[in-house]
Structures are given as structure tokens and as C-alpha cells.
């Protein structure tokens, strides 16, 4: 049963139960002026909230107060499956969350063989976002492809290319290493077609070896380990809300 009042909860209630800071220090945020709610700076210690619908800000990020809201980055390892489950008991994502306590979704897919960074949540009006066209949300991508790489390469990526299904080109692309027969490139991108990194990379003679998705956004995959699932920060979190325009 709820103990609160119909009216809502005290705001620095709130922010303590976010894990922002202890009622307190969310006390000295709010005097500080650092708190905003629904767009408006707030300084009473009195102020009450929804925090099923308010839109709370600390330091212009905004803050995840709704309990039930989780956001996680996975590791997707290679060979397995962006699926919950696979009817033909391949390894798949749903096998890393089965005993999980809250229902869980991936955000887009990476094809069995790409490993690397794919967000999982259960905040719908994120992922959908996160996964629309009409927003635009980086993913970086780091290949093994067959060295050396031409110079000219990069101008005809960004330039654009034309594929099957039309026209593509990526954001950004440079060379990061060279080796031997091989090379390291990082491609940079907003599409979300179907293996539509390897498809590029291949239509200028790059065929891809391996691929890792090593960012989203301001979402790094950084040093996690493979198979490994860790909580986004809050300021994760707030960077991707405004990146799909869920900032007010």
C-alpha cells in the first residue's frame, strides 16, 4: 500500500530514492538551484512531485525516477543470437536475462556475428526512439578488414554508396591500425538496416572479418567483458533521453 500522500512524493525524497544523493545532500542540489521539474528551476524543499510524470533534471541531466525503469549495456558476445529465445536452441540474448526479475527487451539487433554493445531496457518509449529514423543516434563500429586500406576509401564511405536496397554512406571512418594483411576501421553511423556495416565495407572490396559495435551514442563499450551486463550511469541514461529528444 502506498504510505504517500495523494498529492505526490517531497522531491528530495524522490531524488535520494534515484540514488542521486541522500535527502540532505538533494537538499543543498535543490537550495544550489542545480534541480529542475518539468523545466522550471525548483529551490522549496516542500515542492512534491509524480514521479511517474515528472521530468526531473539534476545539473541539466535528467534523472530516472521511475522505480520500475531499468537500462543496462550487454556485451554481446559473438554467436549469439539478438533474440529472447531461438526455436532451434542457438545461444541467445534472452539466455544471458532469463533469471532476471524485470522483462527485458533489446534495443535493435546486431546479426549473430557482430559482438559487442546493444542496449536492453524495459522503457518502450526509449528503445522506440532509440530505433526510429527520424532520430539520429550514432553507433561506432570497430572491423577487421584485409589491409592496406586506400586513402580514397573513406572520402567514397561518407560520400555514399549505393546498395541493394538504395543509397548509404557512414558519419565518419579512419583507419586505426595496419598490420601485415590487416587493418582495424572504425565506421561511424546512424543507419539501422540489416548488416548494413559489413554490406558498406564490402562494396569497397573491405569484406569484414570481425565486427564489434564499440559505441551508442555516448554509450561506450569500453573494457566490459564479453557476456558481461552492467547498469547504464545516470548520466548515460540522460545522455541518450536527449539524443531521442526526452529531455523536457
Do not use: C, W
Not at 541514461?237 to 531521442?244: C, D, E, M, W
Amino acid at each position: 500500500m502506498n504510505s504517500e500522500p495523494p498529492e505526490g512524493v517531497r522531491l528530495q525524497k524522490v531524488l535520494s530514492r534515484a540514488g542521486i544523493a541522500s535527502r540532505r545532500a538533494a537538499e543543498d542540489l535543490i537550495a544550489q538551484g542545480r534541480v529542475k521539474v518539468d523545466g522550471s528551476v525548483v529551490t522549496e524543499f516542500g515542492r512534491r512531485v509524480d514521479p511517474d510524470t515528472a521530468v526531473i533534471h539534476v545539473d541539466d541531466v535528467r534523472v530516472v525516477v521511475r522505480e520500475d525503469m531499468r537500462y543496462f549495456a550487454f556485451n554481446k558476445p559473438r554467436g549469439v543470437h539478438t533474440t529472447m529465445s531461438d526455436d532451434r536452441g542457438r545461444p541467445s540474448v534472452g539466455d544471458y536475462i532469463r533469471d532476471r526479475d524485470e522483462r527485458l527487451f533489446h534495443v535493435g539487433r546486431l546479426d549473430a556475428e557482430t559482438e559487442g554493445l546493444l542496449l536492453l531496457t524495459n522503457d518502450g518509449d526509449l528503445a522506440h526512439r532509440l530505433t526510429h529514423p527520424s532520430f539520429v543516434v550514432n553507433k561506432t563500429y570497430l572491423a577487421e578488414v584485409p589491409g592496406p586500406v586506400p586513402r580514397t576509401i573513406g572520402r567514397q564511405l561518407r560520400a555514399g554508396i549505393e546498395l541493394d536496397d538504395g543509397p548509404a554512406r557512414v558519419d565518419a571512418f579512419r583507419v586505426v591500425d595496419t598490420s601485415g594483411g590487416r587493418a582495424m576501421v572504425e565506421v561511424v553511423l546512424h543507419e539501422g538496416r540489416n548488416h548494413i556495416v559489413r554490406r558498406l565495407l564490402d562494396a569497397v572490396d573491405l569484406p569484414v572479418r570481425t565486427l564489434v559495435r564499440t559505441q551508442i551514442g555516448d554509450v561506450h563499450l569500453g573494457n566490459q567483458r564479453s557476456g558481461a551486463i552492467r547498469p547504464l550511469t545516470r548520466q548515460e541514461i540522460g545522455s541518450l533521453f536527449a539524443a531521442v529528444d526526452l529531455v523536457r
